[in-house]
């Protein structure tokens, strides 16, 4: 049985660990509230933007364009968005499985242009390729931070360095469940598309003609996808971190009233050998 | 709804901008101005940056738009943006800087893509600043 003294500091250990843990559950939980009304304000233009791709490219099927086919080359950009920080859970590994884990996504194709430091970390030792790392975006993602990140991965499409793009994020459902998830963002894929139809049979025109339209509204659709993914993760970043903190503090709590139960028991111990002792040792006087 | 009236939204990536209703809209196109009535053609525009002019009654209301695309329905109208402020939010100071400093760029002549942003910069800080003159 462990002596009085080590409980007693395993105890105070434990209980300064918790202090911090509840600090933190404190701290995402006033981060998560921010980051979600951030994020429920740039919902409008997100559903909006992409509402009109959808309609725009289910009216254009036979539109000849890069976005549309694709480029040459065999290798895939992946953005991915992690954060920089870590005790949050499964938050960040679950975004590095899922992609060493799609077996689409082979680890010798891949350029990965990363967001947060964590994932730069897990994707680097595993052997992936990291293209570039902005992972500073995190703390606070602007768009202006979105378009920038977008213009470098649609160069080195437009240049043919690449011939897809893939953006691997955590999205928001709500404060308790995010779910990891890989979107192929170019070519834009059409066929999930077509769900997204009521106003199409209306005949739209465009200024300045369909596919210089196509040309300057597909880097504003990849842009304005890039930011509704950092906002969310953000979001669901603080979410996890906020479940995590908070199982956290009770494993603490579980763990603080299970040795306070040993440490008494041991107290209670050591005053019955105590009175044994002294009592034997009256009797030999006797 | 009166029958001449349509239904506006800005919508920029931080917030809803601006919804409600107008008999006119004018904005900025790659293409020109042009003024937007109830019943237009349905027409997907790239956006310059420029003053909107939204008229509803008498009552007219002034915002600059830098950049985005706008979708026009006969009876809506709807402007996504990546920027749009109200003239009481611009900052003047900021925005004659700005066009200082463009300018600056654009005399100095450097390669064919600075040109090209600094005019852009130019664009939207005289935007800014003839926005500002609404207040």
Redesign the interface.
């Known amino acids: 049985m462990a002596s009085m003294r080590d409980i007693k500091r395993r105890k105070s250990s434990i209980q300064s660990t918790q202090q911090i843990t509840k600090a933190m559950k404190l701290v995402s939980t006033v981060k998560l509230q921010k980051a979600k009304s951030?994020a429920e304000?740039?919902d409008?233009?997100?559903n909006?933007?992409y509402h009109?791709v959808s309609s725009?490219l289910a009216k254009s099927g036979n539109i000849n364009h890069p976005y549309l086919t694709g480029g040459d080359s065999t290798k895939k950009a992946v953005v991915v968005i992690t954060s920089n920080r870590g005790l949050a859970g499964g938050y960040n590994s679950n975004i590095v499985k899922l992609i060493t884990g799609n077996e689409d996504l082979k680890k010798e194709d891949l350029e990965i242009y990363a967001v947060g430091g964590k994932g730069v970390e897990g994707l680097s030792r595993r052997g992936y390729h990291i293209v570039s790392d902005d992972s500073a975006i995190m703390e606070a993602p602007s768009?202006p931070d979105a378009?920038a990140l977008c213009k470098k991965v649609l160069d080195s499409f437009a240049k043919g360095e690449i011939g897809e793009i893939y953006l691997a994020y955590t999205h928001f459902k709500n404060t308790v469940s995010h779910e990891p998830k890989l979107i192929r963002l170019l070519p834009v894929d059409i066929k999930a598309q077509e769900e997204t139809d009521e106003?199409s049979n209306?005949?739209?025109?465009?200024?300045?003609n369909e596919e210089?339209?196509l040309d300057?509204?597909i880097p504003?659709y990849v842009t304005?996808l890039f930011?509704g993914a950092l906002v969310e993760a953000v979001a669901s970043e603080n979410g996890a971190r906020m479940q995590a903190m908070d199982s956290a503090t009770s494993n603490a709590e579980d763990m603080i009233s299970d040795l306070s139960l040993k440490y008494n028991r041991a107290r209670q111990g050591s005053i019955t050998q105590e009175l044994t002792e002294i009592i034997a040792g009256a009797n030999a006087i006797e | 709804m009166a029958d001449n009236m349509f239904k506006v939204e800005i919508i920029t990536p931080d917030r809803v901008f601006y919804t409600g209703d107008a008999d006119m809209i004018e904005f900025n196109t790659v293409q020109g101005q042009i003024g937007v009535y109830r019943n237009h053609i349905p027409l997907t525009t790239v956006l310059e940056p420029g003053l909107v002019t939204i008229h509803e009654g008498d009552v007219q209301k002034v915002a600059a738009v830098h950049a985005g695309f706008a979708e026009i329905l006969n009876d809506r109208v709807t402007l996504l943006a990546e920027v749009a402020e109200w003239p009481e939010e611009i900052d003047v100071a900021r925005a004659e800087a700005a066009k200082e400093r463009a300018e600056q760029r654009l005399i100095s002549k450097n390669a064919e893509l600075d040109i090209k942003r600094a005019e852009f910069a130019l664009h939207k800080a005289l935007t800014r600043i003839s926005a500002a003159e609404y207040r």
């Open positions: 951030h304000q740039t409008p233009y997100f909006y933007m009109t725009m768009y378009a106003a209306v005949l739209m025109n465009y200024e300045p210089e339209a300057m509204i504003k304005s930011y």
